[in-house]
């Protein structure tokens, strides 16, 4: 009898994420990880053009990152977090402060980008009740928003078919429009517009007023509702009307932070600093789970009292996991001493340059840049720039035409989008936009 393969046990035994386990074709055995590439149990290099999810950011077992995590281990795995601290939590909540927009004081560790942004919903909630404007509990949050699979995230997620089953379990938001240019909700050009779209919002913070704790935006580019790049007034703008309208402001930047859309956190394309931030996937150069939310000492203040009732009360087992957090300040590093943001810069010339282009084909409606994200948006019909959603089989037939090619996408439906570890080089990026030309010219019209 042959020995099974990794696929084999892996279909006797588990159950993946976003996949239907009857249909799906079987998992990569993904067996190593060097810089920009993956390798498969059966020797094949395939480029990681979604840097493992958007998390990874030096490369794949990075040297530095790897002597991070195996100094820690010898020192101290896990504490429990209430009642202990110990050095790297501490020292990655100073090197976090030094390197965050202005005016965030306080970092409160979580497990994932999920519950970084829970973390900030349940913090805004209370902190309005703790400082006795207890109705003020709603949420304001904007139309294509992701902002993870629990159930707070969900609720603030856009409506769609990773929350629809959920429904009944979910908490209402109310929505505003997104700066989606290209499919302007106002049917105005961006050349000529004036960010009439802020207007939504506007109206939702006047009408429901002393109702709203928190506006949450993912700043600069909203990624799995359709990756959406915004004109930085917007984000301008709703930094205004959130002061205007005396309500706390929170910055997903669990996709955006540590200089994916070529800054190192994407508020900074605005110069604007949110009073709450949500921080995960890059946190630790792609290492290990881990999530922040950072605040204002204001925020934080109001947590401050003699009534143990107003205490934050939540926590996780593996808050602040030492491991975790040595990891991402040996990242951290990496941005200060090997240029790592430097290299967002040149990846984001050589993805203008090369996916330019793309624009003129039958089938493309759109091509974005943002810092090292090059997005490349498809269309059935270009003059009335109509596309299937999620579901279309468009995605997966893609994803499979790269991956004979030796490079990983995982397009969302008609959305395409290379988004590779900062490592990646310049004929390395050449040569996968070469493969998505290819691939997306043979579409049909
Ligand atoms: C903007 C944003 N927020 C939150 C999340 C959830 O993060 P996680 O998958 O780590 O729970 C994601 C994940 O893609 C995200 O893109």
Known sequence: MTRPTLIDRDRA????????????????????????????????????????????????????????????????????????THPPAVELAERLLAVLPPGLTRVFYSDNGSTAVEVALKLACQYWGNRGEPSRRSFIALHFAYHGDTVGAMSASEDSIFTRPFAPMLFTVHRAHAPYCYRCPLGLERATCAIECLGDLERLLTEHGDSIAGVLVEPMLQGAGGMIVWPAEFLAGARRLCDRHGVLMIADEVLTGFGRTGRMFACEHAAISPDIICLSKALTGGYLPLGATATTESVYEAFLSDDRTKTFFHGHSFTANPLACAVAIASLDLFRDAGALERVHDLEGWLRQGLAPLASLPAVGEVRVIGGVGIVELVKDKAARTAAGYLDHLGPQLARAFLDRGLLLRPLGNILYFMPPYVVTESETAWAIEQIHEVVAGLPA
């Open 13 to 84: 035994c588990v159950w993946h994420p976003y996949t239907q386990m009857l249909t799906a074709p079987p998992p990569l055995p993904i067996v190593r990880g060097e810089g920009a590439y993956l390798y498969t149990e059966d020797g094949r290099r395939l480029l990681d053009g979604i840097s493992s999810w958007w998390v990874n950011i030096h490369g794949h077992s990075h040297p530095r990152l790897n002597a991070a995590l195996a100094a820690q281990a010898q020192q101290l795995e896990h504490v429990m977090f209430a009642g202990c």
